[in-house]
């Protein structure tokens, strides 16, 4: 069975094709959002709860975390109302982004020798890749996100081992590595899993057919004893050649057998 071609970035070439298996997946789509939803909560609630335990609380970086928190609420609820696969997939584009700059303005809010949150960090690239309807997009996103953090490692923060400079790019590379071949490889799956689908449903389909076609085939059919019509379903007398013509898509040829050749001939239709 040849499944249709799957270009580099994990989609189909057929664009037309591609839309339908967005179109036909948009629960799934509805699933991930809320998926998402509650660890982007939870790790605002855990980490509020953290500054207020730490003391020296930063309420530009509390008032950040709850204005996400709100906005990741909201968009749960309008996911629901959502019918069209597009408008579901922004929203999941709308999270992720408020995510990456909520979490790329708290770390720069911290104290110069305070080294970025490197797991949470790592947890947004890979939540990324994870969540994020294409790896197209994936992509674009993860790799500014990752420039950012780059840059602001080595030229805002200064950090208490001469290691940090080589081990927190090497960690960010990392995960974009582990999270975009986990990306390729889920999304070519999923779309091979729908390739297979299709061509199921096409054979049932055809298979239906060709079922009912039989049926009507081994039904009684009326037939003129004198002319040999066939009466079709209302009740109107057609000759048998586009009777099977139309039930079929056969083509009647005509001919004489030799009986009849006999009958009406005679001996002349065996002299030559």
């Known amino acids: 069975m040849d499944l249709p071609p ?14 339908r298996f967005r179109a036909e997946n948009i629960d799934r789509a509805r699933r991930v959002n809320y998926l998402t939803a509650f660890p982007i909560l939870a790790a605002c609630i855990l980490f509020m709860a953290n500054d207020i335990q730490q003391g020296g609380v930063s309420w530009t970086i509390i008032a950040a975390r709850i204005l996400l928190a709100m906005i990741v609420i909201a968009s749960v609820f309008v996911t629901r109302t959502r019918t069209h696969w597009q408008e579901v997939h922004n929203i999941t584009y709308l999270m992720t982004v408020l995510v990456m700059l909520t979490v790329a303005w708290i770390d720069y809010r911290r104290p ?12 947004v690239i890979m939540g990324a890749y994870a969540s994020l309807p294409t790896v197209r997009s994936s992509m ?8 950012y953090l780059v840059g602001l490692h ?14 927190v790019p090497a ?3 990392l995960a974009n590595v582990f999270g975009l071949s986990m990306a390729l490889l889920y999304q070519r799956v999923q779309r091979q899993f729908f390739a ?8 049932s389909e055809e298979l239906i057919l060709a079922r009912t076609e039989v049926q009507s085939l081994s039904a009684l ?5 004198g002319c040999n019509k066939i009466r079709v379903e209302d009740g109107q007398w057609t000759h048998l050649e586009t009777y099977m013509q139309a039930i079929s898509g056969s083509q009647v040829s005509h001919g ?3 009986d009849c050749e006999r009958r009406l001939y005679g001996d002349l239709g065996t002299d030559h």
Not at 9 to 19: A, K, M, Q
Not at 196 to 203: C, G, M, V
């Open 6 to 19: 799957i270009n580099r970035v994990s989609e189909f070439s057929d664009l037309g094709l591609e839309h």
């Open 112 to 123: 110069p020798d305070f080294l970025t949150h490197l797991g949470v960090d790592i947890i």
């Open 140 to 147: 674009i996103l993860t790799t500014l996100f990752t420039l």
């Open 154 to 167: 080595i030229l805002v923060k200064q950090p208490t081992f001469q290691l940090d400079n080589y081990t």
């Open 171 to 173: 960690s960010l590379l």
């Open 196 to 203: 297979q689908l299709l061509e199921a449903k096409s054979i």
């Open 221 to 225: 059919i009326p037939m003129c004893s």
């Open 256 to 258: 004489i057998c030799p």
